[in-house]
C-alpha cells in the first residue's frame, strides 16, 4: 500500500524509541571508481516490527523513520559513488501470543543501480507485524555486499526495539569486527530508558535523540560520515614540543580489529609542516610510529569534515658506531642496541653505521670476540653520541695435528672463555679484540690430561699474530 501505514499492535512494553547503528563494513573493496575516490555501499537495515506504529510526534514511527530516510535519499540518487540497498526485519509473520519468527529479515532491495525508488516502494508497501531479531539481520547483513575492491561498505540500522530473541547484538558485532567485517558501529537511540540504552551501548557509539527533529540531524550526520573521508597530520614532536621530527614510517591500525588500514612514510611538506593525510574518520585507530623504540598510540579518533592534529612525542638523536683505523672487517661487525637495564633486544646496528632513537639511555653489546658491552649510552635531541669500537685484531692458531682445546681472555687474575678450538682442524683463525689471551691445546693423539699445553699471546688492533703448537 502506499501513503500512510496500516496501524500495527504496540509490542508489549519493547522499546519506545528509534535507533540507528551504522556500522562500517572495512574496505572490501570492489570495481575501480575515480581515482582515490571509493565506491560507498550503504546497506539499511530497517525495523518494520510491529512496535513501529507506536505513535511518535505527529504519526506512527514507521511513518516518521520512513519519510526522514527518503528525505537522505533522495539527496544522494544520482551519485555514481553511492550504491544503496534495503534488508528489513519484522514485517512477514505477524506476532502471536508465545510465539515469534526470529529468522523475520530479508534483504527486500539488494544493490545495484538506481536503488531509491525500489527502496520507497517497499518502505511504503511495509506493513509492521513481527518481532525484532537484530542480531540476526546484523549477521545476515554481513554477507550482502558483493566483493570487489575499493569500496567502503556501511550498514545503518534503523529501529525502535531491543533484541527481542533472546540473541546478543554486541556479539555479532564483535565477531564481525574480529573477522574485519564491521570496523565502527554509531547507535542513535530516542527516549530509551537508561538501563536500556546500556544494551545498546556495546553495539557501538551511542547517542540519544528525543525527537523527531534530532533524530533526522544524526542521520544526516551519519549518512555524511560514511560518505566522507577527512583530513589530519601527524606531528612528531622534539623534546621541546616542535614538530620537527619526519622520515619515519607510521602504520594505522583499527583498534578494535588490529587490521592495518594506512601506511605512510611521514612527511614534512615545501612549508617544512607535517604533510596533510587524507584517512576515513570511521575508525578508531591505534598508530604505531616506527622510531627506535616504536611510539604507540591508542584511542586516535577523527572528526568528520574536520582537520585533526595528532601530536605524539617522538624526540630523536643519532647513534653513530665507529670502528677504529687498521684493517677493515669484510663482514661487518653487528651490534644489539637495548633499553638500558632492560633484556630485549630493540635493534641490530652495524659498525660503521648510524641509526636514529629515541632520546634516551642505552645500552650497546658489540658481536666481536669476545663481546664488548658498552653500557648507558645517551641520546640526546637532535645530536650525534658516537661509541667507539676497537679494530679487531686477527689470531692464527696453527698446531701439527688436530687437537682439542680453548680461547680465553685474560682479564686480570680471572679466565673468561672465549672460543673451543675445531677437533678437526691444525689452523684456525680468530678475529679478536685488542687484548690478552691464553689458548689451551692439547693434540687428539695424546690421551693424557698433562699433555696439556698452554701459551699466552697478545692481539693489537689491525695487526695478526701465529701461535704456534
Known amino acids: 500500500m502506499s501513503g500512510s501505514l496500516v496501524p500495527c499492535l504496540l509490542r508489549r512494553g519493547l522499546m519506545r524509541s528509534i535507533l540507528l547503528a551504522t556500522l562500517l563494513l572495512p574496505a572490501t573493496l570492489l570495481h575501480a571508481q575515480a581515482p582515490g ?22 504519526q506512527p514511527k514507521i511513518n516518521t523513520a520512513r519519510d526522514l530516510l527518503l528525505r537522505s535519499l533522495n539527496e ?58 537484530i542480531a540476526r539481520s546484523l549477521e545476515k547483513a554481513g554477507g550482502d555486499f558483493p566483493e570487489g575492491g575499493n569500496v567502503r561498505n556501511i ?10 530473541c533472546d540473541e546478543d547484538p554486541c556479539a555479532v558485532s564483535r565477531a564481525l569486527q574480529a ?29 540519544d535523540a528525543s525527537s523527531p527533529e534530532l533524530f533526522a540531524h544524526v542521520l544526516n550526520v551519519v549518512v555524511a560520515q560514511a560518505l566522507n573521508t577527512t583530513t589530519c597530520q601527524v606531528d612528531l614532536l ?37 604533510d596533510t593525510l587524507t584517512i576515513d574518520p570511521l575508525p578508531t585507530y591505534r598508530l604505531v610510529v616506527h622510531t627506535i623504540p616504536p611510539v604507540v598510540q591508542k584511542d586516535i579518533k577523527l572528526s568528520p569534515g574536520l582537520h ?5 612525542p617522538a624526540g630523536q638523536g643519532q647513534l653513530a658506531l665507529k670502528l677504529g683505523s687498521g684493517m677493515a672487517d669484510p663482514y661487518g661487525v653487528q651490534c644489539l642496541v637495548r633499553k638500558a637495564g632492560e633484556a630485549g633486544t630493540l635493534h641490530v646496528q652495524r659498525v660503521n653505521t648510524t ?62 672463555w672465549v672460543a673451543d678450538l675445531g677437533p678437526h682442524a691444525a689452523q684456525e683463525q680468530f678475529r679478536l679484540l685488542p687484548g690478552s689471551y691464553e689458548v689451551v691445546y692439547r693434540s687428539t693423539n695424546a690421551r693424557r690430561t698433562e699433555y696439556s699445553i698452554v701459551k699466552p699471546v697478545t692481539v693489537e688492533s689491525g695487526r695478526s699474530v701465529t701461535l704456534t703448537f
Not at 560507498?40 to 505527529?58: H, I, K
Not at 619526519?246 to 612549508?271: C, I, K, P, S, Y
Request: proline residues 6%; negative net charge; aromatic residues 8%.
Open 37 to 58: 575516490k571509493p565506491l560507498t555501499r550503504m546497506l539499511f537495515v530497517f525495523d518494520a516490527s510491529n512496535s513501529m506504529n507506536a505513535f511518535w510526534g505527529q
Open 76 to 133: 544522494l540518487q544520482g551519485r555514481t559513488d553511492v550504491e544503496l540497498a534495503l534488508r528489513l526485519y519484522g514485517h512477514q509473520t505477524p506476532i502471536e501470543p508465545g510465539k515469534q519468527d526470529c529468522n523475520d529479515t530479508r534483504l527486500e532491495v539488494p544493490f545495484g543501480g538506481d536503488a531509491v525508488p525500489a527502496i520507497r516502494r517497499v518502505l511504503e508497501g511495509v506493513r509492521c507485524v513481527g518481532t525484532t531479531p
Open 155 to 164: 550498514i545503518i540500522l534503523i529501529t525502535d526495539g531491543i533484541e527481542a
Open 179 to 207: 573477522r574485519g567485517i564491521v570496523l565502527k558501529p554509531f547507535v542513535i537511540g530516542v527516549g530509551i530508558e537508561e538501563g536500556q540504552q546500556y544494551s545498546l551501548r556495546c553495539v557501538g557509539n551511542y547517542f
Open 238 to 274: 622534539t623534546t621541546a614540543g616542535k614538530p620537527l621530527e619526519t622520515d619515519v614510517a607510521m602504520t594505522f591500525f583499527d583498534q578494535r580489529t588490529g587490521q592495518v588500514m594506512h601506511q605512510f612514510e611521514h612527511t614534512l611538506n615545501e612549508r617544512g609542516l607535517p
Open 308 to 312: 585533526t592534529v595528532i601530536k605524539v
Open 355 to 416: 641509526d636514529r632513537y629515541l632520546v634516551g639511555t642505552y645500552d650497546v653489546e658489540v658481536l666481536t670476540l669476545p663481546r664488548m658491552l658498552v653500557p648507558d649510552v645517551r641520546i640526546e635531541q637532535g645530536a650525534t653520541n658516537t661509541v667507539q669500537i676497537p679494530q679487531e685484531g686477527v689470531l692464527n692458531v696453527q698446531a701439527g695435528a688436530p687437537g682439542h682445546g680453548a680461547l680465553f681472555v685474560v682479564r686480570g687474575s680471572d679466565r673468561e
